[in-house]
């Protein structure tokens, strides 16, 4: 379960109904809203960057409850979640709209506690790409599939689907290394990158994977390729020790491109300040000692 950040209570007095003399009357609302977050960033390095601002919160679903008129209170609860959700790091939001005021035709218990409230629940929803690859061990397509079983069953992410495995050339590192076994999955997700990031962490843990040598031979290595869509600006951009987003250097891989395009033949991702496809960077690169694994094929994560 994700931690959470309460803010009840946000009141103030404004016009907002169906009726006329809701739109020229002002009556008093009030706003509870529950943000669902990663807030172990923010614990173990008491940064405030690493937090959400309360305050920008509270102040901006002030702004909403006390701006235009609007029919709907279910209105209201709408806009202030996709505030809360337009924050990277909000991976769920809870909004109540109070209206202890409005005329239903009947007495409520207390006129300031009790009466009509709308309550909605919205979740984030983002394709993220996952490339998979190792090249030490007993089976290492068998640690690929056990991989994939392992982010199937992690909780906020559902997986879209699988590539087929690839068989790839070591680039770079120590001489001598075994020839890797690539693929890549696309999923959506309501994680937090940072949340997610650590599973994929997690998950590589459980085979033996250290990080001392860059580029080395590795039982499992799981790296966040893309988070969001490109297409429409929603992608999501990070340049910090912990997290690059998008990977720096998955355009220029073509043990990423050649299975991600395997399962996902209109993906793009974002290079420097455009968006290209994977397709016209796959070509730019070529095959690069990357060929299909014989007898597998992408398909849906079922």
């Not at 199937?152 to 075994?178: A, I, W, Y």
Request: charged share 25%; aromatic share 4%.
């Amino acid at each position: 379960m994700s931690d959470r950040i309460a803010l009840r209570g946000i009141a103030v007095t404004a016009c907002h109904g169906v009726l006329d003399s809701e739109k020229v009357e002002p009556q008093p609302f009030r706003a509870d809203i529950v943000l669902e977050t990663d807030l172990r960033p923010a614990g173990e390095s008491d940064e405030l960057a690493r937090t959400i601002s309360y305050a920008e919160i509270a102040q901006e679903a002030e702004r909403v409850l006390t701006g235009p008129t609007v029919d709907l209170i279910e209105t209201l609860a709408e806009r202030i979640a996709a505030i809360a959700l337009a924050r990277p790091t909000v991976e769920a939001v809870e909004v109540t709209i109070h209206k202890p005021q409005a005329p239903a035709g009947v007495t409520f218990r207390d006129p300031v506690l009790d009466g009509p409230s709308v309550t909605v629940r919205r979740e984030q929803d983002r394709p993220v790409v996952i490339a998979l690859g190792a090249n030490l061990g007993r089976d290492v397509a068998g640690t690929i599939d056990a991989a994939v079983a392992a982010l199937r069953d992690t909780d906020g992410l559902t997986m879209v689907g699988v590539s087929g495995r690839f068989v790839t050339e070591p680039v770079g590192g120590p001489e001598g290394q075994p020839e890797y076994v690539n693929a890549v999955a696309v999923a959506r997700t309501r994680l937090a990158p940072h949340t997610l990031l650590r599973r994929l962490h997690q998950i590589e843990s459980w085979y033996g994977r250290t990080r001392e040598i860059r580029w080395g031979p590795r039982t499992l290595d799981l790296d966040l390729i893309q988070v969001g869509d490109p297409r429409d600006d929603s992608d999501i951009t990070s340049d910090t020790e912990e997290l690059t987003l998008p990977h720096p250097r998955a355009h220029e891989r073509g043990f990423v491109l050649l299975p991600w395009l395997d399962v996902d033949p209109a993906a793009v991702l974002r290079v420097g300040d455009g968006v290209r496809d994977v397709q016209e960077l796959a070509r730019d690169v070529g095959d690069a000692g990357v060929r299909p694994e014989r007898g597998t094929t992408s398909g849906p994560a079922s």
